[in-house]
């Protein structure tokens, strides 16, 4: 590892300070509202996901029921998304 000289070390603090705390603050704004748009993409990356993952189940169990078993047979989970896509349509 390579480390700094004091000097140069002093020569960074020293444009650091020089910065007005205004500019520090843009800086730090636009980081958060960097961070709360990339949380926003997540959650609809999330949402989608989670339909699409629901639609996949719904067509398993659809598949299921095709095959004869009895809808007696399932958990209520599985009725509430095939509900779910009933509403869907």
């Known amino acids: ?19 007005p705390e205004m500019e520090h603050n843009k800086k730090s704004m636009k980081l958060e509202t960097y961070y709360k748009e990339k949380a926003s993409k997540l959650q609809d990356q ?6 699409k993952t ?14 004869g078993e009895m809808i007696d047979d399932f958990y209520i989970t599985k009725l509430d998304n095939l509900i779910w896509f009933g509403k869907k349509l």
């Open 54 to 67: 629901k639609e996949v189940k719904v067509g398993r169990f659809m598949l299921q029921i095709d095959q």
């Open 1 to 19: 590892m390579v480390w700094s000289t004091h000097d140069e070390v002093q020569s960074l603090l020293k444009k650091f300070y020089q910065v």
């Open 46 to 51: 999330l949402k989608k996901q989670n339909k």
